[in-house]
Antibody, heavy 118, light 110 residues
Framework: EVQLVESGGGLVQPGGSLRLSCAASGFTVSSNYMSWVRQAPGKGLEWVSVIYSGGSTYYADSVKGRFTISRDNSKNTLYLQMNSLRAEDTAVYYC????????????WGKGTTVTVSS | SYVLTQPPSVSVAPGKTARITCGGNNIGSKSVHWYQQKPGQAPVLVIYYDSDRPSGIPERFSGSNSGNTATLTISRVEAGDEADYYCQVWDSSSDHPRGVFGTGTKVTVL
């Protein structure tokens, strides 16, 4: 069964760091484009970052320079390293699979919650 | 940056047709994907590449895209269709590709 399971969320103080993980099963992370998407409480979906199968990475302006997307092929796992966290980063973070450039996000995890607060 | 605009809400009676628009500059030149999200759940893909349906999605869901507007149509609406719906495109007009989601539309079944 194709599945994505996120973990690593929690409560962190402003300025702190957190690393999210997204474990995949049923397919190979490194053969796909993989994205992180977040949703602030009561708000809409916001794309955060993507890593291409070839390794190129791209970020939303709101997180560029603070977040880093990566993957571990041996663990078939996607990561999102989040530094210099702000209150506005509070959200449910989803990982999603895409088939390629301009492709849809056809598989989603259930999400992990990040709360940035003192 | 590229912006996608959706109506905040659409109300429809059971058995009728709901149409959700997604406006963007020359969106007809892009591939549009649509997601359904129910409360407390992850989004689910319901339409991709403007008008294709993933397996398991009812034929009642259809999509179109032309000019400055893409549309998701839900025919013979059922109570279970009540959810938030988001359109999405990939924008490569700037220095690097970005995912863009619409503002979202809450569909209420009367």
């Amino acid at each position: 069964e194709v599945q994505l399971v996120e973990s690593g969320g929690g409560l962190v103080q402003p300025g702190g760091s957190l690393r999210l993980s997204c474990a995949a099963s049923g397919f190979t992370v490194s053969s796909n484009y993989m994205s992180w998407v977040r949703q602030a409480p009561g708000k809409g979906l916001e794309w955060v970052s993507v890593i291409y199968s070839g390794g190129s990475t791209y970020y939303a302006d709101s997180v560029k320079g603070r977040f880093t997307i990566s993957r571990d092929n041996s663990k078939n796992t996607l990561y999102l390293q989040m530094n210099s966290l702000r209150a506005e980063d509070t959200a449910v973070y989803y990982c999603a699979r895409e088939g390629g450039v301009i492709a849809p996000m056809d598989v989603w995890g259930k999400g992990t919650t990040v709360t940035v607060s003192s | 940056s590229y912006v996608l605009t959706q109506p905040p809400s659409v109300s429809v009676a059971p058995g009728k047709t709901a149409r959700i628009t997604c406006g963007g500059n020359n969106i007809g030149s892009k591939s549009v994907h649509w997601y359904q999200q129910k409360p407390g759940q992850a989004p689910v893909l319901v339409i991709y590449y403007d008008s294709d349906r993933p397996s398991g999605i009812p034929e009642r869901f259809s999509g179109s895209n032309s000019g400055n507007t893409a549309t998701l149509t839900i025919s013979r609406v059922e109570a279970g269709d009540e959810a938030d719906y988001y359109c999405q495109v990939w924008d490569s007009s700037s220095d690097h590709p970005r995912g863009v989601f619409g503002t979202g539309t809450k569909v209420t079944v009367l």
